[in-house]
């Protein structure tokens, strides 16, 4: 027999009650000497007997109340007796691990892990004694979705289990065991389980040292079940990476993509058919990957067209047949663009145009010969500042200031709003620039510029040149020189250039150094503001300066630098799956309704816009699936798509190492590798306390209670 709450044997000390009471209630007798009572002393003596053992019944009646009202207490269990209704109440926490990888199908399974999850926690809900209380925790790098409160309503639980479905997230386990550990702790239970089912993926143990070290931590009080289920398949290609390489997708040009298979698999994959497909519909002959050895991954370049304006869906697909269908494709969303024009603001446009301020830039943004540039999806024209007030900036979605000295106060508003609406603005300087006027007016006052105008460097007279970092680009706007094949930065050679420093800005969007020289300083830095973006250079737009306009890589970082403005409106529509979806919009949008739907699902969500700092802001958080969403706003109407990718980590079969496992068994009441149901119930079974004996006892000390009251009034009368 054990006792479930051994600290109430203490009441046992309250037997001594019904004896102090007993003997305070003695009956004294003063003795007086009369001769009379002298013939009365035999029956006197008869009667106190008498009474003295109806005392002794009593007493022993009402000790036996109290002893059992103390052993009640304290539940005593016992092994011996079989009883559902007597069973021991168990306060459980069930976390099913949701993720991708759980969708696995297993060769000797005809379901996948995550319906044998589905089974072995309805038999935990089965197992559970009468009166228990259960929490229903869906795992997928969150906290969970599901039950986190433990519920006696069972039948609520098991219908939570029943409409539960996985989910496209990555897995980490971690959030959702530390959670249901701080629920238990908090219930008075005193039989308190754990019981985590997964396929044992080491990335869902990403945390495993924090998960170990609470799992150790809890196990004097809460009894931790570990339940893996599935076995590592032999093989499995995936697509882990799909990106546009082209800065800007326009109609009727090529699109550069990036596609990434690996080979997850043990054994070498060969002649892997890559389709590539537009709005769901295949564009050309498959690529072959001729072979991808075990562990190891393929880029594939290949080019796309698109033959319309907007929104489209681009995918990719492997051909193949393995246990995990949902990383055999990858979607992302690109939009089109007709023609975007550039507004080329010239600081010395009386010099001779082939050595003008702007003249490189226009030739990088155009370059295709005259006869061309009305077809080139890319227009750039030049004005001078004089023509800038006048200028309308709806035609433009940037602005480039070349060496321009300043410009009216009366413009800055102008500039504001084309750039908080989503315009870019970049900013070369020159001997003709204000520095004052740049770091007090757009740095200071409007906080448009992200850094100040510092001292001009490397100091005149020493013979030194500026070097542009060789290596580590970790900028969207230089990381394509990260590949050996696309040539160097290093060899630019700057004679001048300003220092730009970042401190003690006013912009509230944060900067960043894009690119930097050799020294460290900053090249190049940019910043969002608003919904559009700004880039501001340290040296000139001409050859007076450095000559990077006349290196190969000029062309490119331009481009990428308008492309990066284009798209900086529709940045965030290529997310991850279980990361939140924001779309920054103008003030207009504020409380508008909007609706999110996804292509797989008839469902919609109804969601609204909130303001923010910048106009107006749209977040939506329940991305759980992989494929493309469409947020539709009805007043004004727009429709946007955007697409959510599943973690590749997902993909990866690699399990747990036998060395966690042994740790895992140290550290929980049972580790079980299985997919039977019923091994699950029976070992939960046999290490729950018996069936629990308070019921009975109070029972019983019920009955005595009746006992104790007939014979007390019986005892109490005359005689």
């Known amino acids: 027999m054990s006792f479930l709450n051994p600290a109430m044997l203490f009441g046992m000390t309250a037997l001594a009650i019904p004896i102090i009471v007993h003997l305070l209630n003695r009956r004294r007798f003063k003795k007086i000497q009369w001769a009379a009572m002298r013939f009365l002393q035999v029956s006197l003596e008869r009667n106190q007997r008498r009474m003295k053992v109806e005392d002794w019944i009593l007493l022993l009646l009402r000790m036996a109340i109290v002893a059992l009202i103390a052993l009640a207490a304290s539940r005593p269990t016992t092994d011996w007796l079989k009883s559902k209704g007597l069973s021991s109440k168990v306060t459980a926490s069930v976390?099913?691990?949701?993720?991708?990888?759980?969708?696995?199908?297993?060769?000797?399974?005809?379901?996948?892990?995550?319906?044998?999850?589905?089974?072995?926690?309805?038999?935990?809900?089965?197992?559970?004694?009468?009166?228990?209380?259960?929490?229903?925790?869906?795992?997928?790098?969150?906290?969970?979705?599901?039950?986190?409160?433990?519920?006696?309503?069972?039948?609520?639980?098991?219908?939570?289990?029943?409409?539960?479905?996985?989910?496209?997230?990555?897995?980490?386990?971690?959030?959702?065991?530390?959670?249901?550990?701080?629920?238990?702790?908090?219930?008075?239970?005193?039989?308190?389980?754990?019981?985590?089912?997964?396929?044992?993926?080491?990335?869902?143990?990403?945390?495993?040292?924090?998960?170990?070290?609470?799992l150790d931590q809890s196990k004097k009080d809460t009894n931790a079940i570990i339940v893996l289920v599935g076995k590592n398949p032999d093989e499995n290609l995936a697509i882990t990476r799909l990106d546009q390489k082209t800065p800007i997708a326009s109609v009727d040009q090529p699109v550069r993509l990036a596609v990434e298979v690996t080979n997850f698999g043990k054994v070498e994959a060969n002649d892997i058919e890559v389709q590539m497909s537009i709005n769901k519909e295949p564009i050309g002959d498959p690529t072959i990957i001729e072979a991808i050895p075990a562990g190891e991954s393929r880029t594939i370049t290949t080019f796309i067209e698109l033959t319309d304006p907007g929104y489209q869906q681009i995918s990719s697909t492997i051909n193949i047949n393995d246990a995990l269908e949902i990383d055999n494709s990858r979607e992302i969303v690109i939009r089109g663009i007709n023609k975007a024009r550039a507004l080329l603001v010239d600081g010395q446009p009386g010099r001779d145009l082939t050595e003008s301020e702007t003249?490189?830039?226009?030739?990088?943004?155009?370059?295709?010969?005259?006869?061309?540039?009305?077809?080139?999806?890319?227009?750039?024209?030049?004005?001078?500042?004089?023509?800038?007030?006048?200028?309308?900036?709806?035609?433009?979605?940037?602005?480039?200031?070349?060496?321009?000295?300043?410009?009216?106060?009366?413009f800055l508003p102008d500039l504001i709003n084309f750039v908080e609406s989503g315009g870019g603005l970049v900013v070369f300087p020159g001997d003709n620039i204000d520095a004052t006027f740049y770091n007090k007016i757009l740095h200071e006052k409007a906080g448009l510029l992200p850094a100040a105008f510092g001292e001009i460097i490397p100091e005149q007279g020493e013979g030194n040149t500026l070097i542009i970092q060789a290596s580590g680009y970790n900028h969207p706007l230089v990381d394509l020189w990260n590949d050996p094949g696309a040539g160097t930065l290093s060899n630019v050679k700057t004679l001048k250039a300003y220092k730009l420093s970042l401190e003690n800005t006013t912009n509230n969007n944060k900067a960043t150094v894009a690119l930097r020289y050799s020294d460290g300083s900053a090249a190049v830095v940019e910043s969002n503001y608003g919904l559009g973006k700004v880039y501001q250079f340290s040296s000139t737009a001409d050859t007076d300066w450095n000559d990077l306009p006349v290196q190969p890589a000029f062309l490119p970082i331009v481009h990428r630098v308008f492309g990066s403005i284009l798209s900086k409106q529709d940045a965030g529509i290529n997310i991850n799956v279980g990361e939140t979806f924001i779309r920054k919009g103008p003030s207009s949008w504020i409380d508008k309704k909007a609706t999110i739907s996804y292509s797989n699902s008839p469902i919609a969500s109804e969601i609204s816009a909130n303001e923010d700092a910048n106009g107006a802001s749209i977040e939506y958080n329940e991305i759980n699936e992989s494929g493309i969403y469409s947020l539709t706003i009805h007043d004004p109407f727009e429709s946007i798509q955007f697409s959510a990718s599943g973690d590749p980590r997902e993909s990866n079969p690699e399990s747990l190492s036998e060395a966690q496992k042994e740790r895992l068994r140290e550290v929980s009441l049972k580790f079980l590798e299985t997919t039977d149901p019923k091994e699950i119930s029976a070992a939960l079974t046999r290490e729950r306390k018996g069936a629990e004996l308070w019921p009975i006892l109070l029972l019983i000390a019920a009955l005595i209670t009746i006992l104790e009251l007939f014979l007390s009034q019986k005892f109490s009368q005359e005689k």
């Open 95 to 214: 976390i099913i691990d949701s993720s991708a990888s759980m969708l696995r199908k297993d060769e000797t399974e005809q379901e996948n892990r995550f319906s044998i999850a589905q089974r072995i926690a309805d038999e935990v809900l089965n197992s559970l004694p009468k009166g228990s209380a259960t929490s229903m925790i869906l795992g997928a790098n969150s906290s969970g979705k599901g039950i986190k409160e433990p519920t006696h309503d069972i039948v609520r639980a098991k219908k939570t289990l029943e409409a539960s479905k996985a989910t496209h997230r990555g897995s980490d386990l971690f959030p959702a065991i530390e959670s249901a550990i701080t629920t238990l702790q908090d219930r008075p239970s005193s039989q308190k389980e754990l019981v985590i089912i997964t396929d044992g993926e080491a990335s869902a143990w990403r945390q495993y040292e924090a998960i170990a070290r609470s």
């Open 359 to 410: 003249f490189f830039l226009q030739n990088a943004l155009v370059p295709v010969p005259p006869e061309l540039t009305d077809s080139f999806f890319l227009g750039a024209d030049r004005v001078s500042i004089g023509d800038l007030p006048s200028t309308s900036l709806d035609d433009y979605r940037a602005i480039f200031l070349a060496n321009v000295s300043d410009f009216p106060e009366e």
